[in-house]
């Protein structure tokens, strides 16, 4: 489609005139409206009686609209149904409804009121705010025919919706917004196909609407507030006020807290129903709000606010709302855990026994922390700390995580978590924290009364509310899981190979320009790729090591590619403060990408510390330097930065830590851990991360060369993931003269996506769903069924075979069916197999090694491989192998290892991995009882032994080492030609 650049360059122009005349402040204005309805609901109207009940509606939104133009407002925001109601059905709403067109019509009802049909409601709307000057917002029904035909259509041939309209101070039409996330009881309208995010531009902003219950959900409130970046936020409701947590003023006025955006509600009043409360609430204060259960009356309620309030010196710093509660041990106590409902959902409760105490609650991944102190203990109140962490499922389904200082209704903690309206214990100090898997946490700091605590009663200081002065009500903070996918259950990643774009001048040293130039060529052709997953849902992306800058530099000529990359902890978002750490462009870019898409992303690029020359871990240049990773989350702040510990003998242009770092961090999806390249063969960070930090995810770029046949990267890759059972996200380099390519995401029970091409120039983006926290399977006992077998006997004999220097003992296959065992050291491999035909051409050998290998690192392995070889002369058995004919029937592979870290592979023909093709069994078989699918390559055990260190009288000399490493380069390069 061909899009005109009239309209935009209009619009550019539009918004720079509204830019140019903008004001700092205005005045908003909200109406708590007493709704007339009308009592024929059961049985449909005729349109003039509907119009008679919502012209009564409107006389009494008009003298409120006119007070508050009188007052200087500039716009007013009515309630949800405060033109007619509630309590429809599909048929009896119909009366009600007017076609409400795309505001793109350009269109005054007030002056144009039959352009669209019948629209008196429309009209009038029109007409209030072209009269008063005024923005007007307000709630009324939308219709739109559909043809039957159509499977989606409903029976009666049309659309019905729950609608937002906004009219301007001309009483143009200028918004329309269909709610997206109906109440249950809302059986009169229909959800429209796809979540809308509406804004509007005024001179005093630019402004986000949604409706009610939209506000649980991310789609379409946090994108509106997120991505598109809005300053205040319209929020038409007909909200039931549910004690203790989700009564409408405390968690309206959090919300805008948490959201950093001005936030204008307009509710219902009706207390038979328990529906009031209505606000306007800037990011750092609540300005006014109304909450009366004893009148009927409606209210006005006005203030100003600033217009951009992100612009403002005061606007709140971003909380990292899990930092202190996880830096803190859980309080001990001998007080026992007790189970609790609020609003039918499970809490865990603990008992405050004492006038002051610390206190730790959890529940599955969440634990709240309490410090307090009491002016007195009274025995007529009793106080609890709960933790909930699970999926709402009442007035909608939402995950969440809450904790909760709250008192009892009564002495019997059966009552803790029902409705509470008074308290008279006071509260001298209090610290409440929670490990929060989300960002999006909501303070609530509630009074006897069920008023709001005033604004000197919030401190914050990293993640915990901390009460100075005496205090009577309760305290919560309500954690809102806001992700596009079910939270905590599932999650998409994206991992993304990438061609990269390398310097053709490495030998000298170009400027900072021209190395940015060559990275922001690189960042181009990823940012697509990240724009690309972001549509398609990914939550994460991964990108390669080595991706931006390339690679085979000296250490001096790599300079101009680094930038000084903070730690996370200093709560830096690049995209939006972009000079704070010095020049940064290439982290402001990443920075934007994840923001601009709402989408983690993993890259790979450079780091530069200064440091003193006389230090003994400081080069001589007063500069280290670091291959790091860096992670950006979904709003473009640096959570993580890992710098890589096992350096391949080509980086020497760079320097490691003196000992491994654990880097983590979380997010709503899960809990992930990273490395790059080949920290994965070693313990630390790579085991200890899945082991005893245990996480989720472990994200892997990587710079791989393919090394056949045990280190071939999506086989063995797919072999780590299944052995240590955790997710593995690995992006490649695509670089076919150098034989890179191989990425993948991999789940605990099989790959979930792949990538290998080493014949086309072409990189590729993977997507995959996987499990925010898998589901582990029992543990595997690799050594249990080898051990427990005597040594298969054959009179074959066993010959000697290297695999990259590695020197197997093997055995020749001879038979079409057999039982084979080949031992080196301590290790015996034992083969049942099965052919479906023994073939003349191919030769396959059974093979054990167990020792130290010095290829491109050095590190114990065992390993048990059944493989085919080169050709059918012996001596090329363990050569580098693509292609076979050879199907097994069946087979079994298992070995007596020393280590419980081994990884089961499988290769078929052409070099392929399969999903679910072998079983591992947990006395430590790798077998296949129902036939490969294609041809077998290899089918390897392959263990690794870290607790043996390389002893003194093992070292090879530097020149041997270097030797073979040479050769072994040459080895793999001839391969990928041959």
Not at 205 to 214: E, L, S
Not at 387 to 398: P, R, S, V
Not at 698 to 711: C, E, G, K
Request: charged residues 20%; glycine residues 6%; contains cysteine.
């Amino acid at each position: 489609m061909v899009t005109s650049w009239l309209p935009i360059c209009v619009a550019v122009l539009a918004g720079c005139v509204l830019r140019i005349g903008a004001a700092d402040t205005f005045i908003a204005a909200v109406y708590e409206h007493a709704v007339i309805q009308s009592n024929m609901t059961i049985t449909p109207v005729s349109q003039e009686d509907a119009l008679m009940l919502m012209n009564k509606n409107l006389d009494v939104l008009e003298k409120a609209i006119k007070l508050a133009a009188e007052k200087g407002a500039q716009i007013i925001v009515t309630p949800e149904d405060g033109i007619y109601g509630w309590t429809f059905t599909r048929e009896t709403i119909y009366p009600y409804l007017e076609d409400i067109p795309d505001p793109q019509v350009n269109w005054i009802p007030c002056t144009e009121p039959n352009r669209f049909g019948r629209t008196p409601v429309q009209k009038r709307l029109s007409c209030l705010a072209r009269e008063n000057s005024i923005y007007v917002v307000a709630n009324m029904g939308d219709k739109k025919e559909c043809d039957t035909s159509d499977s989606k259509c409903p029976p009666d041939g049309r659309y019905q919706y729950n609608t937002n309209v906004v009219f301007d101070s001309e009483g143009k039409l200028v918004a329309r917004y269909h709610k997206y996330n109906l109440f249950e009881p809302e059986i009169q309208f229909n959800f429209p196909k796809d979540s809308q995010h509406v804004t509007f531009d005024t001179p005093f902003g630019k402004f986000g609407i949604f409706t009610c219950f939209d506000i649980f959900s991310y789609d379409p409130a946090v994108i509106v507030v997120d991505k598109f970046q809005v300053d205040s936020i319209v929020f038409p409701t007909a909200w039931f006020n549910t004690l203790p947590l989700l009564s409408a003023v405390p968690f309206h006025s959090s919300w805008a807290r948490s959201m950093r955006v001005n936030f204008l509600s307009a509710n219902i009043h009706h207390t038979k129903m328990h529906m009031t409360g209505s606000g306007i609430y800037a990011p750092e204060a609540v300005k006014v709000y109304h909450y009366d259960m004893e009148t009927e009356s409606g209210q006005l309620l006005l203030s100003e606010l600033k217009s951009r309030p992100r612009l403002a010196s005061n606007y709140p710093a971003v909380v990292d709302w899990n930092a202190y509660a996880k830096s803190v041990r859980p309080f001990s106590s001998d007080q026992p855990d007790f189970p609790g409902r609020i609003y039918f959902d499970e809490f865990t409760f603990t008992e405050l026994t004492k006038n002051e105490g610390n206190y730790t609650v959890c529940q599955k991944d969440l634990c709240c922390h309490l410090s307090y102190k009491m002016s007195e203990k009274r025995t007529d109140e009793v106080y609890v700390l709960g933790a909930f962490d699970g999926l709402h499922t009442i007035e909608g389904q939402f995950y969440i995580q809450i904790c909760t200082l709250v008192k009892c209704q009564t002495t019997d903690l059966k009552t803790c978590g029902e409705p509470v309206g008074s308290a008279f214990t006071k509260f001298e100090a209090f610290s409440l924290s929670g490990t929060f898997n989300t960002s999006y946490v909501f303070p609530q700091l509630v009074l006897s009364g069920t008023q709001l605590a005033s604004e000197q009663h919030y401190e914050k200081s990293l993640a915990y509310i901390m009460l100075p002065s005496h205090w009577q009500g309760y305290v919560a903070i309500f954690a809102l899981c806001f992700f596009r996918t079910s939270c905590l259950d599932s999650f998409i990643a994206a991992v993304y190979e990438h061609k990269v774009k390398l310097y053709s001048e490495t030998s000298r040293t170009v400027t900072q320009e021209e190395a940015l130039n060559l990275m922001n060529d690189n960042m181009d052709i990823m940012e697509q790729a990240i724009i690309s997953a972001a549509k398609q849902g990914a939550h994460i992306i991964v990108t390669p090591e080595h991706a931006i800058s390339g690679f085979v530099f000296e250490r001096a000529k790599i300079y101009p590619y680094l930038e000084d990359i903070p730690h996370p902890n200093v709560n830096w978002t690049p995209c939006v403060d972009n000079s704070r750490f010095g020049n940064t462009p290439v982290q402001e870019r990443l920075s934007c990408m994840a923001r601009s898409n709402s989408i983690y992303v993993v890259a790979n690029i450079g780091d530069r510390k200064m440091c003193d020359p006389a230090a003994s871990k400081c080069h001589p240049s007063g500069y280290n330097q670091y291959n790091t990773d860096v992670v950006y989350d979904s709003k473009g702040k640096l959570v993580a930065r890992y710098y890589k510990n096992y350096l391949l003998k080509n980086e020497a242009q760079f320097d490691t830590l003196s000992k491994p770092e654990l880097v983590t961090f979380d997010t709503a999806f899960g809990k992930f851990g990273i490395l790059t390249g080949f920290d994965i063969l070693f313990h630390d960070p790579a085991i200890t991360l899945v082991e005893k930090l245990k996480v989720d995810t472990i994200l892997l770029p990587v710079a791989w060369m393919n090394s056949l046949p045990h280190l071939y990267p999506t086989a063995f890759h797919a072999a780590w993931a299944i052995g240590m059972r955790v997710n593995l996200l690995v992006a490649n380099i695509h670089n076919t003269a150098l034989h890179m390519s191989g990425s993948g995401i991999y789940a605990p029970d099989s790959p979930k996506a792949y990538y290998l091409d080493v014949n086309s120039d072409n990189g590729s983006l993977l997507l995959s769903q996987l499990d925010s926290h898998p589901k582990v399977s029992s543990l595997v006992n690799w050594s249990s069924y080898a051990s427990s077998l005597e040594p298969f006997s054959t009179e074959q004999d066993e010959f000697k075979g290297s695999i990259l220097f590695d020197m197997f003992t093997f055995k020749e296959l001879i038979n079409e069916t057999g039982n084979y065992t080949v031992c080196q050291n301590t290790l015996c491999c034992h083969l049942s197999y099965k052919m479906t035909e023994k073939r003349t051409d191919e030769v396959y050998v059974l093979g054990a090694f167990d020792g130290l290998h010095i290829g491109e690192g050095e590190y114990y392995i065992q390993v048990c491989t059944l493989l085919k070889c080169l050709t059918t002369m012996l001596e090329t058995c363990g050569q580098a192998v693509e292609n076979a004919s050879t199907l097994f029937d069946k087979f079994s592979l298992s070995g007596t290892f020393d280590s419980q870290h081994v990884f089961p592979e499988m290769l078929l023909d052409g070099l392929q991995i399969v999903p679910r093709e072998f079983e591992i069994l947990n006395d430590g078989r790798i077998i296949n009882e129902n036939g490969t699918s294609g041809p077998v390559l290899m089918v390897t055990l392959y263990g690794r032994q870290y607790d043996k260190t390389k002893p003194a009288n093992a070292s090879v000399d530097l020149e041997t080492t270097l030797l073979m490493r040479m050769i072994t380069m040459f080895f793999v390069l001839y391969s990928a030609i041959w």
